[in-house]
């Protein structure tokens, strides 16, 4: 196939996302294949200024070839020589984190005057010295407050135990029965004694041994002065004194039963709540703050191994600029210069070489001394997140024995309100009492002591979660600063920029910048290299550099390899500065550390305490109102003498 004159071809491949222009020059009459020619590689967003109506289009089977006439060349050489793509930062401003209400509470929660600061916390455990004492104090404050809660509740139990050992008569209901009160008449009557009283004829006075007149309350059955009528009067009197007092000791003692049985109930009720509450905000809010902690670990791993790709390419392509620099030189059989003739065109090709050669090897030292350990510690943060991950499963378990916990908790409060019902009924048998003595009780009681346990545990960890949340940002860079060593890289720099709220530009993104200048200076000397290369045809090229046709088609060759390079390293750096930006990072660090931990752990925590501490008074006060499980127990009332003190003989007389 033959083409008039001088051309150049636009190649676009079906397998690239990149556009080639491929220019030929030549002036022989043959087929593109023995042609030499000039290609650089652009966007598919630039290839709208190449697409030009063809002379004659070529297709093969992988490319569509659309060939151009040579006029059209000074138009697009421009375009070969085009500057270098910019960085343009996105604009990006974190939203202000402020601590949640219920953690400022949290937080200024009682410690004894220990302190609440828990940088100081982290301090201790990095091993700064300075920070010891304050670390003790700081743990001190939190585990003293949590066994003080636990030491009111084993205070508590003792207590229930006393008053059980106390028995009915000292300490009634407390004492785990309801028994129903009875008068003692033999209280209210007096005893008289036989040694001190003799007996009365005709109606007269009791007299002492002595002679002395010891009268003192009429008897019952004695003997009127006329003979004939007994004084019944105080003993009727006495009579409905007792019947009154009997009446108002029932109405109180129902009162009472009335009391006790809605006390239970009404704690019975309120632990349900709370065990609601207990698993709908407290181990609900835990699970939805291990589900934003999983999406964060997938967010950090993704964009990880997008900045491990775009790393490792930009490594690449440096390495491949260099190459290219030296395939080039070997390519043109020359010592020490690439144009040996001394034309203004060679001395001009010779003075770019070497500017080229003295900035691609500086560009590739500051590269790799800023990125080449990038990946590996990349490599280890994102198995850092797997590990983590994996730990994190095992909080199901957790989940799962809260659950079971608050259904059982549920279970016997609702079993202990159907005992109540039993109880009013005055439904009482073996099985009552069986159920109720040996499996309801005692298994309340194991759950109730582990409620506790749990409520001490849970103030803990709140306590120590709310003073990290209050100033997040402050704990993890403290953290990090004593763990610098372990980065060996730009890496650390990038997480306290993303930690800080981008308010503390990491060192490296300065090398960046200072590299991606270094870039525009190798750029421009590729340009210009093409511009002097590319408006000559091989020939020229030959003859002004003093070069044979193979040297002169290598220079033409290695000025685009070298442009092509510049561009694909600029790309590469223009994509790992975007990665690498605040809007990047900071946003999957809100989601780990303000949404995942501060907000929904710290809130499930907190509800966890509370409710947990709400079950374990209101189960307490079910354990000290007991009674109401039992039906009344009826006392026996005392058989009184018939005579209450008299001789039977007095009151054989008074008949």
């Known amino acids: 196939m033959h083409f008039p004159g001088n051309w150049f071809v636009l190649t676009l491949s079906k397998n690239t996302e990149k556009v080639r222009l491929s220019l030929y020059v030549s002036g022989q009459r043959s087929g593109p294949g023995n042609k030499s020619k000039h290609r650089c590689s652009y966007s598919k967003e630039q290839t709208a200024f ?22 059209s060349i000074p138009s697009l050489i421009g375009e070969l020589t085009d500057p270098l793509e910019p960085y343009n930062p996105q604009p990006y401003s974190p939203n202000p984190y402020i601590a949640p209400s219920n953690v400022e509470r949290q937080h200024n929660f009682g410690r004894f005057g220990h302190t609440n600061n828990f940088t100081d916390l982290v301090q201790g455990i990095t091993g700064n010295a300075d920070g010891d004492g304050e670390a003790s104090g700081y743990l001190v404050g939190v585990f003293s407050i949590s066994m003080f809660i636990f030491a009111i509740a084993v205070l508590w139990f003792i207590v229930i135990v006393g008053l059980k050992i106390a028995g009915l008569k000292r300490v009634g209901f407390f004492a785990g029965r309801l028994v129903h009160p009875s008068i003692d008449r033999r209280s209210t009557l007096p005893v008289i004694q036989e040694e001190d009283i003799h007996e009365a004829t005709d109606g007269e006075a009791l007299l002492a041994q002595d002679g ?7 008897l019952m059955g004695s003997v ?13 009197g006495r009579a409905i004194d007792d019947e009154l007092q009997a009446n108002r000791l029932e109405r109180k003692f129902k009162k009472q039963v009335l009391a006790v049985r809605g006390t239970f109930a009404i704690a019975g009720v309120l632990v349900i709540v709370c065990c609601a509450l207990f698993y709908s905000m407290g181990t609900a809010s835990l699970n939805d703050a291990l589900r934003d902690f999983h999406e964060g670990i997938d967010l950090v791993q993704q964009t990880s191994y997008k900045a491990i790709n775009l790393t490792d390419t930009l490594l690449e392509h440096q390495s491949s600029l260099e190459q290219d620099y030296n395939v080039t030189k070997g390519n043109l059989h020359t010592i ?3 144009c040996i003739a001394d034309s203004p065109m060679a001395q001009q090709i010779n003075t770019v070489f070497d500017q080229l050669s003295s900035q691609i090897y500086q560009l590739g030292d500051m590269i790799r001394g800023t990125l080449e350990s990038f990946s590996g510690d990349l490599n280890e943060l994102i198995l850092l997140t797997e590990d983590i991950d994996k730990q994190s499963e095992k909080a199901n378990i957790i989940f799962v024995v809260l659950m079971v916990i608050s259904v059982i908790l549920v279970s016997i ?20 009492r069986f159920f109720a003595n040996a499996i309801m009780l005692p298994l309340f009681t194991f759950f109730l002591v582990l409620s506790w346990i749990i409520t001490t545990l849970f103030l803990a960890v709140s306590l120590s979660g709310s003073d990290f949340c209050v100033a997040p940002d402050d704990v993890i860079i403290a953290l990090l600063v004593d763990y610098k060593h372990l980065f060996s890289s730009a890496l650390f720099g990038f997480i306290i920029y993303y930690v800080s709220g981008c308010s503390v530009v990491p060192p490296a993104e300065e090398k960046i910048a200072a590299f991606s200048k270094e870039l525009y200076l190798v750029a421009d000397s590729a340009h210009q290299l093409s511009e002097v290369i590319l408006n000559q045809t091989v020939q020229e090229v030959q003859q002004e550099c003093g070069l044979d046709e193979a040297g002169a088609a290598a220079l033409q060759n290695g000025a685009t390899l070298l442009h092509d390079a510049t561009h694909a390293i600029n790309y590469s750096i223009v994509n790992v500065r975007n990665i690498l930006q605040c809007s990047t990072f900071n946003p999957i660090y809100q989601k780990f550390v303000y949404d995942a931990i501060c907000i929904e752990a710290l809130k499930g ?14 189960s307490m006060m079910m354990l000290m109102f007991r009674a109401a499980l039992y039906p009344v127990k009826e006392q026996q009332r005392p058989v009184a003498r018939a005579n209450y003190g008299v001789r039977a003989s007095q009151v054989s007389k008074s008949l």
């Not at 004659?56 to 006439?69: A, G, I, S």
């Not at 002395?212 to 009429?218: G, M, V």
């Not at 009127?224 to 009727?236: A, K, V």
């Open 413 to 432: 409060a609702l079993a202990m309100l159907v005992g109540v019902f039993f109880s009013i009924k005055g439904i009482s048998n073996c099985f009552t």
């Open 605 to 618: 925590l907190i509800w966890i305490f509370w409710t947990t501490l709400s079950i374990s008074v209101f």
């Open 212 to 218: 002395e007149s010891t009268l003192t309350t009429p």
């Open 224 to 236: 009127s002065s006329s003979g004939n009528s007994t004084d019944t009067g105080l003993f009727i």
């Open 336 to 338: 020490a210069e690439v």
């Open 50 to 71: 190449l697409v030009q109506e063809p002379t004659e289009p070529y297709t093969t089977h992988t490319n569509t070839m659309n060939y151009f006439p040579l006029d």
